[in-house]
């Protein structure tokens, strides 16, 4: 799966700083409630769904913007030390070039929703976007500007069906009107 597409030390620094002069009024006043917290857990649980080993096989197809080519990669994928992140590290096989991908998920309680990070190698700008959860189909909506027009792009992964995900990339330069597939194939789980 290409996406142009790490996670920030602030928030435990901040957390740190607090230390033990904080009040504990302060920190009771900003603490979410039982049931925010259970919501959160339930939403943050959502991208379970990756956690594993994965093996992939994919290809992009002729388009304006790639040429027909097969791509494979290696997943592996996993909950951060506390259990609110989900990070998965991924090995591309393109031809005889490989890149290596970090990607770090998860849930915004505030916000209501999910977000991506993804490195496209050690030292690249981090790439942020936003991933949608439907039930078993996540997808990753986006654009670019290409030749001064603004192309919609969206990934879907599926993961409707135990141990296999489907994924797909499409792209549309009508504002979504009509979508051109540009890559697609499956992962399997080879481990957990």
Not at 55 to 65: H, I, Q, R, V
Not at 122 to 147: C, H, K, M
Not at 150 to 159: A, G, H, L, S
Not at 167 to 192: C, I, N, P, Y
């Amino acid at each position: 799966m290409r996406m142009k597409p790490i996670l920030c030390l602030s928030m435990m620094v901040a957390i740190m700083c607090g230390g033990p002069g904080s009040t504990r009024a302060a920190s009771n006043a900003s603490r979410p409630s039982d049931s925010q917290e259970a919501a959160a857990r339930e939403a943050t649980g959502k991208l379970g769904a990756f956690v594993g080993k994965w093996e992939s096989t994919g290809a992009f197809l002729d388009s304006k913007f790639s040429k027909a080519h097969k791509v494979t990669s290696n997943i592996d994928c996993g909950w951060s030390p506390q259990g609110n992140f989900l990070i998965c590290e991924q090995l591309i096989t393109e031809g005889s070039e490989k890149h290596i991908q970090l990607s770090v998920f998860s849930y915004n309680s505030k916000e209501g929703n999910y977000t991506i990070s993804s490195m496209a190698g050690p030292g690249r700008q981090p790439f942020n976007g936003t991933l949608l959860i439907n039930g078993s189909v996540w997808t990753y909506p986006g654009s670019f500007e290409a030749d001064g027009k603004k192309i919609e792009i969206r990934t879907t992964n599926d993961f409707s069906v135990a141990g296999t995900e489907a994924f797909k990339t499409e792209m549309s330069e009508d504002g979504g009107a009509h979508w051109t597939t540009t890559l697609q194939g499956t992962a399997h789980k080879v481990a957990r």
